[in-house]
Structures are given as structure tokens and as C-alpha cells.
């Protein structure tokens, strides 16, 4: 059974950073896409940045571009999720989720993914 665990959310002031982990167990083969998603309370789950494992592909939400960074640590199993700028309106809880898509254009789509972390919280202060 897959594990995603997520860590490194907190609360910051605007303008500051923080970095998400997403450690993976229990493969018995890796997924092919992993993504980070977010949702605030009384919104829907959004997609915010996706990796496809197999040929490095990273889209973003046109939200977040130039202001964070996905990437995924082979040796660790480990997704993670640099976050720059930060802005109020990015204040969420922040889940990771793995997969094995068919279509890039799926990867930001967080109802094509089958496992899930139990999130993290990050508040950003004005």
C-alpha cells in the first residue's frame, strides 16, 4: 500500500518561503506522476504543481508559476515543494499525491490521482 506523509508546512508572512516534503513508501512500483494540490476552506482542491517521473515534465497552476519550484529526490522517494513569494491567498492545506497517468494533461487534475497524504497546513500573514 502506497504512504505519502507530508511535512514542512507552517504559518510565514508574506513575501517568505517554505519548503514541502513529501516522503513515498510501500511502492511495489513507483506511480509515474506525483503532484502537490491545495484546498482552502469552502473552495474546491486545486492542482499546484505535478511531476511526470518518467520525462520530467512539471506543469504549474498559473497562480504559483515563477514562485514555486516541484522536484522529486530518487535516492529519498521524496517529492518536494519550494515555495517563494508567498501570498495570502496561498494559505491552504497543501496535500501530495501520487499516480500512474496516461496523459500529461492530467497532472495538475486532482481527480485522476489514487493516493493521497493527509496533508499540511500553510498559513500566510499579511
Known amino acids: 500500500q502506497v504512504q505519502l506523509v507530508e511535512s514542512g508546512g507552517g504559518s510565514v508572512q508574506a513575501g517568505g518561503s517554505l519548503r514541502l516534503s513529501c516522503a513515498a513508501s510501500g511502492y511495489t512500483y513507483r506511480p509515474n506522476s506525483m503532484g502537490w494540490f491545495r484546498q482552502a476552506p469552502g473552495n474546491e482542491r486545486e492542482g499546484v504543481a505535478a511531476i511526470d517521473l518518467n520525462n520530467g515534465l512539471t506543469p504549474y497552476a498559473d497562480s504559483v508559476k515563477g514562485r514555486f519550484t516541484v522536484s522529486y529526490d530518487n535516492s529519498k522517494n521524496t517529492l518536494y515543494l519550494q515555495m517563494n513569494s508567498l501570498k495570502p491567498e496561498d494559505t491552504a492545506m497543501y496535500y501530495c499525491?501520487?499516480?500512474?497517468?496516461?496523459?500529461?494533461?492530467?497532472?495538475?487534475?486532482?481527480?485522476?490521482?489514487?493516493?493521497w497524504g493527509q496533508g499540511t497546513q500553510v498559513t500566510v500573514s499579511s
Open positions: 499525491a501520487a499516480a500512474d497517468l496516461d496523459w500529461v494533461v492530467y497532472l495538475l487534475d486532482p481527480a485522476k490521482y489514487t493516493y
